[in-house]
């Protein structure tokens, strides 16, 4: 495909990116991520919650579809989190050019805080007193993988969050080493206690 094509094709993903932005405001940032230009990969960004700017490099995952024309067209609804904190729930999709090579991804952001907050709400509003025993839904399991993360972290005098890049694919290993990844929702707990995307946490623990 050529350049004049990729920016045909980079227009009309904006727009498509507009219109999203435009029908889920105010909860959902669309981003528009040009993958020729890695450095500088931001084109677009609609509805801005992440306070990222144009002109920004590539994430993770647009690092991880210009070295690999393999990683998944379409990876949605995994967990993520602005930098100020605030849950996110995202997904993206890679778009190839003719080659069969990734040229392009959009990215939707959806920032679940006031969600989250209504979903209190009404469970608040419909829970009824019971005699039953309440069952605890984390399991000694998942508490597990957070406790092998924190003591990880405190032999590196960190806490989990702080951990490098390097840190954080040695500590995912380790832990698909014990077993403990094949846990029910584990690379979700992995991901929310490290303070990385999910796609993140699958990309390290594929790595040998």
């Known amino acids: ?4 094509d990729d920016k045909h094709l980079l227009m009309q993903l904006d727009t498509i990116a507009k219109g999203l932005s435009e029908t889920f405001s105010p909860f959902c940032e ?10 500088h990969a931001i084109l677009a960004i609609h509805n801005n919650l992440s306070g990222r700017k144009i002109g920004d490099p590539a994430t993770e995952l647009g690092i991880a579809r210009i070295l690999s024309s393999e990683f998944p067209n379409i990876i949605a609804n995994y967990a993520n989190q602005f930098t100020d904190g605030r849950p996110v729930k995202s997904t993206s999709i890679g778009i190839k050019g003719n080659d069969g090579n990734y040229i392009a991804a959009l990215c939707i952001n959806i920032d679940l805080t006031l969600f989250q907050g209504l979903q209190n709400m009404i469970n608040n509003f ?6 039953s025993i ?11 993988i957070k406790h092998y993360i924190d003591h990880y972290a405190s032999e590196h005098a960190k806490t989990p969050r702080l951990l490098k890049a390097n840190e954080r694919k ?3 290993m380790q832990l698909k080493q014990k077993g403990l990844l094949d846990i029910k929702k584990s690379m979700e707990i992995v991901a929310q206690y490290l303070g990385i995307s999910r796609a993140s946490a699958y990309l390290y623990a594929k790595e040998e």
């Not at 495909?1 to 004049?4: H, T, V």
Request: glycine fraction near 2%.
């Open 1 to 4: 495909m050529s350049q004049i």
């Open 30 to 39: 669309v981003v528009v991520h040009d993958l020729n230009n890695p450095e």
């Open 126 to 131: 419909t829970r009824v007193n019971q005699n």
């Open 134 to 144: 309440i069952e605890n839904l984390n399991s000694n399991g998942q508490d597990n």
């Open 170 to 172: 040695e500590v995912i």
